[in-house]
């Protein structure tokens, strides 16, 4: 019978920091931002994500697409649509998602930056 060597562990090792200015060119997954959210560890230069809030904010209400599809009378396949990352809802569009999840709507102009 003959042992096999094992080959060295590889250890992790930070990534280098990303240069001055750059940013994602993907969209972070659902499962990735909203952990992130919850973390408070979402980088500051991320992008904000209208979609990802919408389906934040359906799930808090526990209701599934199919259902608020329902109530806003669009399809559930409309719904995933405005829930994708890459999705820009209209003002309008929000609000009516608000009023179907029974929910206070607040807009963010900007960002906090720490500076008082």
């Known amino acids: 019978m003959t042992t096999r060597k094992k080959p060295p562990g590889r250890t ?3 990534l280098p920091p990303l240069p001055a200015g750059a940013l994602r060119s993907k969209p972070r997954s659902y499962e990735e931002w909203s952990t992130l959210a919850r973390w408070g560890k979402l980088p500051a230069w991320e992008p904000l994500r ?5 389906r934040a904010a359906r799930e808090a209400a526990k209701v599934n697409q199919a259902e608020l599809a329902a109530r806003l009378g669009v399809t559930q396949q409309a719904v995933a649509q405005a829930e994708r990352a890459t999705s820009n809802p209209t003002v309008g569009f929000v609000a009516t998602w608000a009023q179907a999840l029974e929910i ?7 960002r906090e930056t720490g500076d008082s």
């Open 104 to 110: 206070s709507l607040t807009f963010e102009l900007g």
């Open 12 to 14: 992790a090792r930070p």
């Open 50 to 54: 209208p979609g990802f809030r919408l």
